[in-house]
C-alpha cells in the first residue's frame, strides 16, 4: 500500500487539475510546504529531548549521590546546597520542557490546519483567477474528496 503513495499522489493531482485547473497547484503546495516546516519542528523537538536527558541524568545522579551519603550531608548541614543544585537543574529541565511542548503543540497546530489550509487556498486560487470560474457544489465536493485523498498520501510519503 506504501508504495502505491506516488501513484495516487500524481492521480489526485491529475483530477484535480481537471475539476478547479491551475489552481490545484496553490493546494498541493500547502501540503508540500507543510512537509519541510514539520521536518524542521521535529529536528528541534529532537535537541530538545536531548537536552532534557542530560539534565535528567545530573538529577538523577545528584539524587543518588544525596541519598547515598544522607548521613554525611546531614551530618554537616548541607541539606541547603544539595536542595539548591537539585532544584537549579530542575528549573533547567522544566525550561527545556515547556520548549518541547510548545513545540510539539506547533506541530500539532499545523497538521490540523493543514486541511483546511489546502481546500481554502485551492478554492480561493480558483474563484479569483478569472471572473467566470464558480465554486459549485459540484466541483466543490469532488475537490474536497480529491484533496483528502492527496493529504493523506502526503503524511504516508515520508514512509517510504
Do not use: H
Not at 538523577?60 to 541539606?79: D, F, P, Q, S
Not at 486560487?125 to 471572473?131: A, L, Q, R, S
Request: hydrophobic share 55%; aromatic share 10%; charged share 15%.
Amino acid at each position: 500500500m506504501i508504495w502505491s503513495a506516488p501513484l495516487q499522489i500524481g492521480l489526485c493531482c491529475y483530477c484535480m487539475w481537471g475539476q478547479i485547473g491551475i489552481a490545484s497547484i496553490a493546494g498541493v503546495l500547502v501540503v508540500i510546504l507543510a512537509v519541510p516546516i514539520n521536518t524542521v519542528i521535529a529536528k528541534i523537538t529532537r535537541k530538545l529531548q536531548l537536552a532534557q536527558m542530560k539534565n535528567k541524568d545530573k538529577r538523577i545522579k545528584l539524587m543518588n549521590e544525596l541519598l547515598g551519603g544522607i548521613k554525611v550531608i546531614k551530618l554537616y548541614g548541607w541539606e541547603k546546597s544539595f536542595i539548591d543544585q537539585v532544584q537549579d537543574i530542575r528549573k533547567k529541565e522544566e525550561k527545556v520542557l515547556r520548549k518541547s511542548a510548545w513545540m510539539s503543540a506547533l506541530m500539532s497546530f499545523i497538521w490540523t490546519t493543514i486541511p483546511f489550509l489546502t481546500i481554502a487556498v485551492a478554492f480561493i486560487t480558483f474563484i479569483f483567477m478569472d471572473d467566470a470560474n464558480q465554486l459549485t457544489s459540484d466541483i466543490a465536493f469532488v475537490s474536497l474528496t480529491l484533496m483528502n485523498g492527496l493529504q493523506f498520501q502526503m503524511t504516508v510519503l515520508p514512509m517510504l
